[in-house]
């Protein structure tokens, strides 16, 4: 997912004035978030990847003061203000970013959402947020789609071979069960209500309803 962070500071960078004031990490924060926001007011974006790249941006500024935080703010409501539907600020930044949004920003989400759901016992965290209550169907759309994207030529983020990325992924989420009690245990929390928000707004959005086939 690093890449997308890289094309929005190229992208936003490109649109920088030599005397801007606005420090790059702002201008790059807010315009991910003007993407987001505007993308998903536009009928450019679905749901599911509007949550991902607000779930992206919430980890970039995680640690940032409170002036970075205000100017943010200002920066996104005026990049917002700014753009327009057709605007290729927005526009190019979505067409070149599509691919990664299958094959490295829902990934993870994916397989978060399969480990914890067949969990024992999940956290309290993910079974408050998971709001359907048979994961079932869900778990079974998680695994069609990873399967469909080990089988196209696409390599998982990092270069990886697909199974060895969701082994290492799954060995990753279970590092953070064991994490919640201890330091570093809210930046897991939050992590796993993202991915069970993102993932049931992806089900919701991308499977056809039985009666409609």
Known sequence: MRHLACL???CAMAATGAADPVPPKVRSGAYMEMIAQRGSECGLLKDWERLSINALTLQDRDGWSDELLASLKAETAKQVAETACDSEMLTLWIDAARPGFDAEMLPPYLVAYKTLAELDAPPRVFAATALRLDKAPVIAAIDAKLAELAAGDRPAEGGKPWPEYI???RD???????????EGGDQAAAWMGQSA???ETWYAETQVPEDSE
């Open 197 to 199: 928000r993102i993932v």
């Open 172 to 182: 990753a989420v279970l590092g953070f069960v064991d994490q919640l009690e201890g």
């Open 8 to 10: 929005a500071l190229a």
């Open 167 to 169: 082994a290492g992924t």
